[in-house]
């Protein structure tokens, strides 16, 4: 069975800071992708960054970056630098490769940016 | 040139009622997806559609149908509403069903609220 765990409902930031969102999953399909989308309270869901399963490095984009520890089973999303505008729902999403590019969603965390 | 589109934006209606949510993308994409969204901003798959073919339908009540009349084009028709139905609903494609790196790429959400 394939599963996303994401346990923080809900995370507050000081503006300016870092901030780890973490993410567990589960899967037996030796070959997956893992991504992040986030979802501001208007709604839409926008891809922030992906991590294959094969990949050798963390991936980075920007201000984000994915800290994959595939031992753990673990895909945490690292925020550097919070923006007042990084306050959204975060979703952690799983791809095995053997299911049609079908993503496992997890629950979402709610991050909060105080100024 | 949004690239991912549906309509409408919200849709409220009265039980029983038939109604469609239509989505196209223009990204050059083979494959698209139906997810649902509940109050609780749970997301799970319904449908997904490569090259028009059904790949993956899950355990999604009958008065649920989705078309694809070309692969930049699937429509999901909703027969006697019921008051569970309200939630949101997103589209969505990627590249191809048989790759596990590819994002999915979201439409806006279609808000459909039951009265």
């Known amino acids: 069975a394939q599963k996303i765990t994401q346990t923080q409902p809900g995370m507050f930031v000081q503006e300016k800071e870092a901030v780890t969102l973490d993410c567990t999953y589960d899967?037996?399909?030796?070959?997956?992708?893992l991504f992040w989308y986030k979802q501001p309270s208007s709604g839409e869901m926008i891809f922030l960054i992906y991590q294959g399963s094969y990949d050798q490095q963390n991936a980075t984009e920007g201000r984000y970056s994915l800290n994959f520890q595939k031992a753990r089973k673990s895909a945490n999303l690292v925020i550097s630098a919070s923006q007042l505008g990084d306050s959204a729902m975060y979703f952690c999403?799983?791809?095995?490769?053997?299911?049609?590019?079908?993503?496992?969603f997890g629950t979402g965390t709610s991050l909060t940016v105080i100024p | 040139d949004t690239a991912v589109s549906q309509t409408p934006k919200y849709l409220v209606t009265q039980m029983g009622n038939d109604k469609s949510i239509k989505c196209e993308q223009n990204?050059?994409?083979?494959?698209m997806y139906w997810y649902k969204q509940d109050s609780k901003k749970f997301l799970k798959i319904m449908f997904s559609?490569?090259?028009?073919?059904?790949?993956i339908n899950e355990t999604v009540p009958n008065r649920f149908s989705p078309k694809s009349p070309d692969k930049a084009h699937l429509n999901l028709h909703i027969n006697s509403l019921e008051l569970g139905d309200s939630a949101v609903y997103f589209c969505a494609s990627s590249q191809g069903a048989r790759h596990s790196n590819q994002p999915q790429h979201f439409g806006d959400g279609t808000r459909l609220s039951i009265l």
């Open positions: 999403a799983m791809s095995p490769r053997g299911t049609g590019n079908q993503f496992y």
């Open positions: 559609y490569n090259n028009k073919e059904l790949i």
């Open positions: 899967t037996s399909d030796p070959s997956y992708g």
């Open positions: 990204l050059g994409h083979d494959t």
